[in-house]
């Protein structure tokens, strides 16, 4: 199994550029989640579905879209990228419900530098 | 708005020594606190938890102390080793079952370095 899967691992923007960022996992979990890290400020959520479907907004959801695309695929798209959007995105996955202790699996991570 | 604030932001503690990571939260509906460790370019992974009904969990050299009344928790890493160096994130999550089921809170991150 290779888990949480995350493409690109780098990308480099200028301020106006689209991009899409693409999870995929293979646990036949349903509920996947976009989180951003910036240095001080720990792992913020940006979008979250509970399950196929369903998408929901979390706490930083400005700026962003997301589309879950199957059970497998969630995607993070930039629709006019900021300096502000620079930093590392991380996508999770985790059973519904979380099962027993609600685990959350992560993927590599994606660093995105906007100039 | 930080929910779930985490200290000390950075710790350097020597080889066989105890670190000790604070957290505190205010939303009393939180009932799942987990703690992530992430090593250098890599995601988080799940490192231990703790459900409010039990006050302390351990698993083997990590352990998780929890003050309900408070509204704190805190991992503790006894003989640290230099392979525990990596950033130690406490979280927390409400609604077990509920809407908000699955949606965790992060703290800040601390930055843990053990010294040979």
């Known amino acids: 199994n290779a888990g949480v899967t995350q493409t690109p691992k780098f990308q480099v923007l200028k301020t106006g550029q689209s991009m899409t960022l693409q999870c995929a996992q293979d646990?036949?979990?349903?509920?996947m989640y976009w989180y951003r890290q910036d240095p001080g400020m720990g792992l913020r959520l940006i979008y979250y579905s509970a399950s196929e479907g369903t998408t929901d907004k979390g706490e930083v959801p400005n700026g962003y879209n997301v589309s879950r695309l199957n059970k497998r695929e969630f995607s993070l798209r930039l629709e006019s990228a900021a300096p502000s959007q620079t930093s590392v995105y991380f996508c999770a996955s985790s059973e519904e419900g979380g099962g027993l202790y609600n685990e959350q699996f992560f993927g590599p991570g994606t660093r995105l530098t906007v100039l | 708005q930080q929910q779930v604030k985490q200290s000390p932001q950075s710790l350097i503690v020597q080889k066989g020594g105890i670190s000790i990571i604070n957290c505190a939260y205010e939303?009393?509906?939180?009932?799942?606190f987990p703690w992530y460790q992430q090593f250098p370019g890599k995601g988080p992974a799940l490192l231990i938890a703790i459900r409010p009904d039990v006050s302390e969990k351990k698993e083997g050299r990590f352990t998780i102390s929890f003050n309900k009344s408070a509204k704190q928790f805190s991992l503790h890493i006894m003989d640290s080793q230099p392979g525990d160096s990596a950033t130690y994130f406490c979280a927390a999550s409400k609604g077990f079952g509920g809407t908000s089921y699955g949606k965790l809170t992060f703290g800040q991150g601390t930055i843990l370095t053990v010294h040979p």
């Open positions: 939303n009393t509906a939180f009932d799942y």
């Open positions: 646990m036949n979990h349903n509920s």
